[in-house]
């Protein structure tokens, strides 16, 4: 699939079908996760792939009863757990050298749009899971210390396609040669 038509085309998916995610369709998607760039090169992400049922129910309960993706967690064949590494990202010699701190947010951002679009572009759908009590989650996965549970996705093929949602027009957000100069 062209990139352009992946970019434009991916949606938040939020209901699926029962149908199960090939193994070699979840290697691909962890394998796009493998080549997401990050700081210094430090790959500070790492994945948890769910499949047990009580686990995704649990997993499920982080989310606010009203949270739309909550449905999602429970209904995909297979929710993606996204970690990052604290104290890689954002370090040189063990001390923090950027004022945004550990880095591992920004980096584990790129590795899940990697995710998603490699899913889109194989007839797979994803939404970005962020409002959840990570706490909870980490308890629920068995996280350990060193690790921060960033963000969740469901994984599966998608119930039906979502049109596009307007979006704002490149003059609205670029600025050139300082802010305010269009």
Known sequence: MDLM?????????RKYKGDPVPEDN?????EAVRWAPSWANTQCWEV???REEEIRRRLAD????????????MQAPIPLVLLGIEGKAG??????????????MFDVALAMQNL?????????GTVIVGLFDAAKATQVLQVP???????????GFPEKAIAPTKRREIE???????????
Request: glycine share 12%; hydrophobic share 45%.
């Open 5 to 13: 038509k992946a970019i434009k085309g991916r949606r938040s998916i």
């Open 26 to 30: 979840l290697e691909a998607v962890l």
């Open 48 to 50: 948890i792939v769910v």
């Open 62 to 73: 982080t989310l606010a009863k009203g949270n739309p993706a909550r449905e999602g967690i």
């Open 91 to 104: 370090f040189f010699k063990g001390e923090v050298c950027t004022d945004k701190g550990d880095w591992y």
């Open 116 to 124: 998603c679009l490699a899913a889109y572009a194989m007839g797979l």
């Open 145 to 155: 210390q060193g690790r921060a549970v960033v963000a969740m996705t469901s994984l």
């Open 172 to 182: 609205e957000f670029v600025h050139y040669e300082g802010y305010g100069r269009r």
